[in-house]
């Protein structure tokens, strides 16, 4: 198989042995596989892949057709359309997985780009639903709404019967975040000004929660920090917290076990699958990349200003 690999932070595509099925797990043909931040980090060697999974082949999540079956695998046929998550490995012509974590790609929805679903959609899903518990009707905040977790979260809110605040650096992204559902789109400064909020997905970090954020909840507000590329220390009011009877949590979905993952695919069957077949829920891609093109893939999307998901084509 050809593989995207790391060797001193330069990336290569290079041929590597193409992995069996072990019990339990299938072998994938990758069409698409969405880039992430952890692939740039993991890249400067910022974030190691979890035991188990290729130290030095990064990707997070593919799309692709199942070549191969590993024994006692139930449910799946070889050539069935299929995402998933995985803890590395994904930015490769093909990637073993456990059946039991996969999604099944809509037919109505082009191969490579459900490349660009996994990740985002189960990171955005889980802070939701799994750590926010929003309710129909509750006010849902997104900060960096623009990224790929960003818009999957506004979807995803707007599917649940949220009212959703999208708040973005560069407001020029109005009508395309408001298309996906967002019914307002703010600067971060406008953040407190929009409130309050129930449930708050926060992708921008420290910089964020304490410009605004923190200041603008609801009584029993939930606030899920899912990402830190603006700071990871915050100073916080803890009097604040106990008088609102306030929840900060937050999560990474990379470590999880294969049980975890297996029960969030599981949930996100019944509840987002249908909307994306159907065409509700959608993958805004910026661009998509060839295999051997990937380093410009990682340029563009270490670049920023960017509104959904950079995909290789494999
Ligand atoms: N915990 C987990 O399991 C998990 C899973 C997936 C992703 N993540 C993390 O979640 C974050 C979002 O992921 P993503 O895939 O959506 O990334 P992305 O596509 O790169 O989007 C990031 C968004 O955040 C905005 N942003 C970045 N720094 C900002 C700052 N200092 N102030 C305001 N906005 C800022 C960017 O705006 P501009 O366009 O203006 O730069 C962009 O719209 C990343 O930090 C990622 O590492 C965590």
């Excluded at 070889?78 to 590395?88: H, K």
């Excluded at 999957?152 to 996906?180: H, P």
Aim: proline share 5%; charged share 20%.
């Amino acid at each position: 198989m050809r593989a995207v690999t790391i060797t001193d932070e330069i990336l290569s595509v290079q041929d590597r042995a193409t992995p069996l099925p072990e019990s339990g797990c299938v072998l994938v043909a990758v069409a698409g596989a969405g880039l992430n931040g952890a692939d740039i980090m993991q890249r400067r060697g910022l974030y190691p892949a979890p035991p188990g999974w290729p130290v030095d082949v990064p990707g997070l999540e593919f799309a692709g057709t199942i070549e191969a079956l590993g024994p006692d695998v139930e449910g799946f046929r070889v050539g069935d359309r299929v995402m998933g998550i995985v803890g590395g490995g994904a930015q490769a012509s093909h990637v073993t997985t456990d059946a039991t974590t996969l999604l099944r790609v809509p037919d109505s929805l082009d191969l490579v780009v459900a490349g660009g679903f996994p990740e985002a959609f189960t990171t955005a899903f889980d802070a939701i639903v799994n750590q926010g518990f929003l309710l129909p009707g509750e006010r849902l905040l997104v900060t960096g709404a623009a990224g790929g977790v960003g818009t999957a979260a506004i979807q995803i809110g707007r599917l649940l019967g949220a009212d959703v605040t999208a708040s973005v650096r560069d407001l020029s992204r109005r009508d395309e975040l408001v298309a996906l559902g967002a019914n307002r789109v703010v600067n971060p400064d406008d953040v407190k000004d929009a409130g309050p909020y129930d449930v708050v997905v926060e992708l921008v970090g420290a910089a964020s929660l304490t410009n605004g954020v923190l200041a603008a909840l609801n009584e029993f507000a939930r606030v899920v920090v899912i990402g830190v590329g603006g700071g990871t220390k915050a100073e916080v009011n803890l009097l604040g917290m106990m008088a609102g009877r306030i929840t900060l949590t937050g999560s990474t979905l990379r470590a999880r076990s294969r049980e975890e993952k297996a029960g969030i695919a599981a949930a996100m069957k019944q509840v987002l699958l249908p909307a994306l077949a159907e065409g509700t829920l959608s993958v805004p891609v910026l661009a998509r990349y060839s295999l051997d093109t990937v380093n410009e893939a990682y340029e563009r999307f270490s670049a920023g200003s960017k509104l959904g998901k950079i995909i290789l084509e494999v």
